[in-house]
């Protein structure tokens, strides 16, 4: 997907008792005068809530009333952390339909939530619950600091090099926790004789970290582009969409155009199929339905490779619903993890709403393409007690490849 | 008019009351923090951004139940709380903009369908529940809630009725106020009505008592708070056709829209006149407007549902009178385009363009006056004259982007026109000096409407300010608003609905 806004002017941060920037301020008059708020009804949170503050609307509404003197940062301290950063509130806003094909600027909510989240725990204003949040990124600092070894200890006896022109890099919630989706990806990899390599040491890249510490993130995102670079990589294929849109999105305005393809590894797989170089040997006999990644789908606007792996998929009954639609719903996890560590009352209701819709559909499994909506759905299932099985696609195609995850 | 003067009512200061008002809702839905108030100070555009503190609710309330919605207007009463509800915050007439702060009432967490009748084709819902996505459950067993006005998937039902909002397919299958069976009101004393007609909450039609349902639409919040509605839902239609017929001059198109009017076809949704004005300004300033031949100077938009014999006869039917009429056929493609985009034509940031043709971001109004078929030329070119005199004066603060002109009533495509002048407004840079222009153009179109018989609005409600001094003193008069401070002040003896709105302060 083709990026068209970045706003240098949320590069100010919003500090308390100090003027807003003027171009702020006339940016969020564009969505206050929209009262057609298309970004409320299909906002996840607001469908379980019905709050409209934490709506596209709300964040810009109330900045820029804070811009004409009605406004108090530190009361905001909670506002921010009701966005999933799904992005369907920018895909849906009508700026973005008509003055994204004319004008080329769109609305940038997500960008605007983590800016917020950002300037607010500069000045010490966190949201409640954030301990949480910030003893994940002091654990996955940890691993950043800690040895190569456990970095890539999910790759034990897969016997992959530490560099190639083609490179996959898999993130540390992928490594650590979620470690049957590397590996399914690897083994999938190797069994289609794709020769690539994986980095020695990959640096952080979690998204609870660039809402903190932008400094720090950036300085990880380098180091990753740079790492990259020296392994030989002429394409990297990412694992985790999460990642993938930090890549294609975010890291390009820090360090410039990539030196290499970003690929995400469904499009690469489905390639593989294509060409036929991924056989499958065995049927899977299921009625599935797909859940799209908020970070895939809204973000990136990726969605057409699940679909034709799915299809191409031997005995598989799917029923997967349009693209377009699937953006009211989200896991419930948030492109940062923060939502649900923060609020996880709302993120299971919008995790059972998931799950109860596919069940609508007849589904019996509901595939996923990443691990952090494969872990949400997963404990989703336990507490609710509705019977959809979450499993990652990748596994799937493992599956019907003959292969052991 | 007397100036508003709310010292003589004695409210009760809303902050003394925040924990009782958590023990009703729960604390998580008694929000004080100003962002959270500030938001909900607004409704559709204009709005005096230059005073903006004035309008802001003292806290927002999200209560969850009747009993809840009861027991917050309980102790509103008790303590002479002002109490203003808000659905969808989407309403042109300014009825969720609180004119003396107080408690914000927000509906939309009272968002379930909570039961579909198909043998009775009825639906009973909240007051949050969105039409779009109520048509999405309907859709599962061939219903359809026709409400469908430009803000079709914002606007909550709960709005619709306290609005009295209007339907663009409200010719085919009716607006509101034609469409609710039945209605549960809190009034403002907390006690709980049902209002509507015959032993069950489905039956439409009874001749017997007064019809006090009625009286519930429109009202912006000055009456009570509707709870819950029964809804009248008709088939899906098998079929939809828009078509689209070329004019060479206003004269050409008003004459062809009476002729279609009065055709006597019956699975007509809606005809839609834009006038030259409009055409100019599609052609000027809208980027995705498909072009129309150059000879076209306005167009008569006739969109049809139904079966598909119904709606096939129709379109021979209209072609043969439109023919007659001198219009051109333009082809289906302008015509699915551009009812594919009625719901686009609604309150959003918009580019115009200066006297040098220099793009300033504007925002969209537009005045709904209802006009008698008689008058439409005088009364749109009389509109047109109106704003363009305050366009001159005032580059980069107005714009006037042309008129629609739907048929008015439900179910009948004759006789009266919703006769609606797009105006644009540069909100950001409106300043004291300014929002007193705005309010003497609002008031020169309103008394231009009521002088040729029409209607200062037919679908938005008239309480703005520019609007509702016309209103009370040229439109409502032999009597009528007497009776409006009547009925005000037996259901509401304290005077904390909405107050202020509609003038009704003069009742006390």
Redesign the interface.
């Given at each position: 997907m083709e990026i068209l806004s970045y706003k240098k002017f949320y590069e100010d941060p919003v500090k308390k008792g100090e003027k807003v920037d003027d171009e702020l301020s006339?940016d969020c008059?564009?969505v206050?005068?929209?009262?057609?708020?298309?970004c409320?009804?299909w906002c996840p949170d607001y469908v379980e809530?019905?709050?409209?503050?934490y709506t596209s609307?709300?964040y810009h509404?109330?900045?820029l009333?804070?811009s004409?003197?009605?406004?108090?940062l530190s009361?905001?301290k909670n506002?921010y952390i009701h966005c999933l950063e799904c992005g369907q509130c920018e895909l849906k806003c009508?700026?973005t339909m008509?003055?994204g094909?004319?004008?080329r600027v769109t609305t940038t909510t997500v960008d605007l939530v983590r800016k917020m989240r950002r300037d607010l725990h500069a000045q010490g204003i966190d949201y409640d619950g954030f301990e949480e949040v910030q003893k994940t990124i002091d654990d996955f600092k940890a691993h950043d600091a800690g040895p190569d070894e456990d970095l890539t200890s999910w790759a034990a006896g897969l016997d992959l090099p530490f560099e190639g022109e083609t490179m996959m890099f898999v993130d540390y919630y992928n490594a650590f926790q979620t470690r049957e989706v590397p590996i399914a990806a690897a083994k999938i990899l190797k069994a289609a004789g794709v020769k690539f390599g994986i980095l020695k040491h990959p640096h952080i890249t979690t998204g609870e970290l660039y809402e903190t510490d932008e400094d720090a993130w950036v300085d990880a995102a380098k180091k990753n582009v740079e790492a990259l670079k020296e392994a030989g990589a002429k394409t990297v294929i990412i694992v985790n969409p999460h990642e993938y849109s930090y890549f294609i999105k975010e890291y390009p305005r820090y360090v410039g155009e990539l030196p290499f393809d970003v690929v995400f590894i469904t499009d690469y797989v489905n390639d593989l199929i294509k060409a036929g170089t991924i056989k499958f040997v065995k049927p899977y006999n299921k009625k599935v339905t797909f859940h799209d990644p908020c970070s895939l789908n809204k973000l990136c606007g990726n969605y057409k490779a699940p679909r034709e792996i799915i299809a191409a998929l031997p005995g598989t009954h799917a029923e997967i619903e349009d693209p377009v639609l699937q953006w009211k719903y989200c896991c419930g996890n948030g492109v940062s993890s923060a939502f649900r560590k923060a609020l996880p009352d709302v993120s299971y209701k919008i995790g059972v709403r998931r799950l109860k819709h596919a069940n609508d559909v007849g589904a019996e499994v509901l595939l996923v393409a990443c691990p952090h909506c494969k872990d949400m759905f997963a404990e989703t299932k336990t507490k609710s007690g509705i019977n959809i099985e979450p499993v990652h696609i990748l596994e799937v195609v493992a599956y019907c490849m003959g292969i052991e995850v | 008019m007397e100036k508003m003067d709310f010292s003589k009512f004695g409210y009760g200061k809303v902050a003394d009351h925040i924990e009782e008002l958590k023990d009703i809702v729960g604390p998580e839905n008694v929000?004080t923090?100003?962002?959270?108030r500030?938001?909900r100070?607004?409704?559709?555009?204009p709005f005096p951004?230059q005073r903006?503190?004035d309008h802001?609710p003292d806290v927002v309330v999200?209560p969850g139940s009747t009993e809840e919605v009861s027991e917050v207007m309980k102790l509103a009463n008790k303590y002479k709380l002002p109490v203003v509800p808000r659905g969808?915050?989407?309403g042109l007439a300014d009825g969720a903009f609180p004119l003396n702060k107080g408690i914000c009432l927000?509906m939309?967490?009272?968002?379930e369908i909570l039961e579909v009748d198909d043998i009775n084709r009825t639906v009973t819902v909240q007051p949050?529940v969105?039409m779009?996505?109520l048509n999405k459950v309907l859709d599962k067993v061939g219903m359809y809630y026709p409400d469908d006005p430009a803000?079709y998937?914002?606007a909550v039902i709960g709005g619709r009725i306290g609005t009295n909002g209007w339907s663009v397919g409200g010719a085919g299958s009716g607006h509101p106020a034609n469409l609710v069976c039945s209605m549960e009101v809190v009034l403002p004393t907390g006690e709980v009505v049902w209002l509507g007609k015959g032993g069950s909450r489905k039956c439409r039609n009874s001749s017997a008592g007064y019809r006090m349902l009625e009286l519930f639409f429109g009202h912006q919040g000055t009456l009570g708070v509707v709870t819950e509605a029964v809804l009248d839902c008709c088939p899906k239609p098998e079929v939809e056709f828009p078509s689209y017929y070329g004019f060479a001059s206003y004269e050409e198109a008003y004459n062809a829209l009476y002729q279609i009017g009065i055709s006597g076809v019956k699975c007509a949704v809606n005809y839609i006149m834009f006038d030259d004005e409009k055409i100019d300004f599609l052609r000027r300033d809208d980027?995705?407007f498909i072009p129309l031949p150059e000879s076209v100077k306005c167009v008569v938009m006739a969109t049809f549902a139904g079966t598909e014999g119904e709606v096939l006869a129709a379109r021979k039917k209209i072609l043969g009178i439109m023919k007659k009429m001198k219009g051109t056929y333009l082809g289906e493609e302008q015509a699915w385009g551009d009812w594919a985009t009625r719901h686009?034509r609604?309150?959003?940031?918009v580019?115009c363009r200066d006297g040098q043709g220099q793009v300033v971001?504007m925002?969209w109004h537009c005045e709904d006056n209802c006009m008698i078929h008689s008058e439409l030329p005088e009364f749109t070119h009389g509109l047109h004259k109106i704003v363009k005199k305050y366009v001159d004066k005032y580059d980069n603060i107005f714009n006037d982007a042309g008129c629609f002109i739907y048929c008015g009533g439900p179910y009948r495509t004759w006789g009266d026109y919703l006769a609606e002048v797009d105006v644009f407004i540069n909100?950001?840079a409106m300043t004291p000096e300014l929002w007193e222009v705005w309010l003497d153009m609002k008031r020169e179109i309103a008394e231009l409407a009521v002088d040729l018989g029409g209607s200062i609005s037919i679908c938005h409600g008239a309480c703005r300010e520019g609007d509702v001094d016309v209103l009370i003193e040229k439109e409502l008069v032999d009597g009528q608003f007497e009776m409006m401070k009547k009925i005000k002040k037996l259901f509401d003896p304290n005077n904390i609905m909405n107050p202020g709105k509609y003038r009704l302060d003069l009742a006390y």
């Amino acid at each position: 997907m083709e990026i068209l806004s970045y706003k240098k002017f949320y590069e100010d941060p919003v500090k308390k008792g100090e003027k807003v920037d003027d171009e702020l301020s006339k940016d969020c008059y564009n969505v206050f005068a929209c009262r057609h708020k298309f970004c409320r009804e299909w906002c996840p949170d607001y469908v379980e809530e019905g709050n409209e503050s934490y709506t596209s609307y709300g964040y810009h509404t109330g900045l820029l009333a804070l811009s004409r003197g009605n406004g108090d940062l530190s009361e905001m301290k909670n506002a921010y952390i009701h966005c999933l950063e799904c992005g369907q509130c920018e895909l849906k806003c009508p700026n973005t339909m008509f003055g994204g094909d004319f004008y080329r600027v769109t609305t940038t909510t997500v960008d605007l939530v983590r800016k917020m989240r950002r300037d607010l725990h500069a000045q010490g204003i966190d949201y409640d619950g954030f301990e949480e949040v910030q003893k994940t990124i002091d654990d996955f600092k940890a691993h950043d600091a800690g040895p190569d070894e456990d970095l890539t200890s999910w790759a034990a006896g897969l016997d992959l090099p530490f560099e190639g022109e083609t490179m996959m890099f898999v993130d540390y919630y992928n490594a650590f926790q979620t470690r049957e989706v590397p590996i399914a990806a690897a083994k999938i990899l190797k069994a289609a004789g794709v020769k690539f390599g994986i980095l020695k040491h990959p640096h952080i890249t979690t998204g609870e970290l660039y809402e903190t510490d932008e400094d720090a993130w950036v300085d990880a995102a380098k180091k990753n582009v740079e790492a990259l670079k020296e392994a030989g990589a002429k394409t990297v294929i990412i694992v985790n969409p999460h990642e993938y849109s930090y890549f294609i999105k975010e890291y390009p305005r820090y360090v410039g155009e990539l030196p290499f393809d970003v690929v995400f590894i469904t499009d690469y797989v489905n390639d593989l199929i294509k060409a036929g170089t991924i056989k499958f040997v065995k049927p899977y006999n299921k009625k599935v339905t797909f859940h799209d990644p908020c970070s895939l789908n809204k973000l990136c606007g990726n969605y057409k490779a699940p679909r034709e792996i799915i299809a191409a998929l031997p005995g598989t009954h799917a029923e997967i619903e349009d693209p377009v639609l699937q953006w009211k719903y989200c896991c419930g996890n948030g492109v940062s993890s923060a939502f649900r560590k923060a609020l996880p009352d709302v993120s299971y209701k919008i995790g059972v709403r998931r799950l109860k819709h596919a069940n609508d559909v007849g589904a019996e499994v509901l595939l996923v393409a990443c691990p952090h909506c494969k872990d949400m759905f997963a404990e989703t299932k336990t507490k609710s007690g509705i019977n959809i099985e979450p499993v990652h696609i990748l596994e799937v195609v493992a599956y019907c490849m003959g292969i052991e995850v | 008019m007397e100036k508003m003067d709310f010292s003589k009512f004695g409210y009760g200061k809303v902050a003394d009351h925040i924990e009782e008002l958590k023990d009703i809702v729960g604390p998580e839905n008694v929000m004080t923090a100003m962002h959270d108030r500030a938001m909900r100070a607004a409704s559709c555009a204009p709005f005096p951004m230059q005073r903006w503190e004035d309008h802001i609710p003292d806290v927002v309330v999200l209560p969850g139940s009747t009993e809840e919605v009861s027991e917050v207007m309980k102790l509103a009463n008790k303590y002479k709380l002002p109490v203003v509800p808000r659905g969808a915050g989407c309403g042109l007439a300014d009825g969720a903009f609180p004119l003396n702060k107080g408690i914000c009432l927000d509906m939309k967490r009272m968002n379930e369908i909570l039961e579909v009748d198909d043998i009775n084709r009825t639906v009973t819902v909240q007051p949050g529940v969105n039409m779009q996505e109520l048509n999405k459950v309907l859709d599962k067993v061939g219903m359809y809630y026709p409400d469908d006005p430009a803000s079709y998937g914002t606007a909550v039902i709960g709005g619709r009725i306290g609005t009295n909002g209007w339907s663009v397919g409200g010719a085919g299958s009716g607006h509101p106020a034609n469409l609710v069976c039945s209605m549960e009101v809190v009034l403002p004393t907390g006690e709980v009505v049902w209002l509507g007609k015959g032993g069950s909450r489905k039956c439409r039609n009874s001749s017997a008592g007064y019809r006090m349902l009625e009286l519930f639409f429109g009202h912006q919040g000055t009456l009570g708070v509707v709870t819950e509605a029964v809804l009248d839902c008709c088939p899906k239609p098998e079929v939809e056709f828009p078509s689209y017929y070329g004019f060479a001059s206003y004269e050409e198109a008003y004459n062809a829209l009476y002729q279609i009017g009065i055709s006597g076809v019956k699975c007509a949704v809606n005809y839609i006149m834009f006038d030259d004005e409009k055409i100019d300004f599609l052609r000027r300033d809208d980027e995705a407007f498909i072009p129309l031949p150059e000879s076209v100077k306005c167009v008569v938009m006739a969109t049809f549902a139904g079966t598909e014999g119904e709606v096939l006869a129709a379109r021979k039917k209209i072609l043969g009178i439109m023919k007659k009429m001198k219009g051109t056929y333009l082809g289906e493609e302008q015509a699915w385009g551009d009812w594919a985009t009625r719901h686009d034509r609604y309150h959003l940031a918009v580019h115009c363009r200066d006297g040098q043709g220099q793009v300033v971001t504007m925002s969209w109004h537009c005045e709904d006056n209802c006009m008698i078929h008689s008058e439409l030329p005088e009364f749109t070119h009389g509109l047109h004259k109106i704003v363009k005199k305050y366009v001159d004066k005032y580059d980069n603060i107005f714009n006037d982007a042309g008129c629609f002109i739907y048929c008015g009533g439900p179910y009948r495509t004759w006789g009266d026109y919703l006769a609606e002048v797009d105006v644009f407004i540069n909100e950001y840079a409106m300043t004291p000096e300014l929002w007193e222009v705005w309010l003497d153009m609002k008031r020169e179109i309103a008394e231009l409407a009521v002088d040729l018989g029409g209607s200062i609005s037919i679908c938005h409600g008239a309480c703005r300010e520019g609007d509702v001094d016309v209103l009370i003193e040229k439109e409502l008069v032999d009597g009528q608003f007497e009776m409006m401070k009547k009925i005000k002040k037996l259901f509401d003896p304290n005077n904390i609905m909405n107050p202020g709105k509609y003038r009704l302060d003069l009742a006390y």
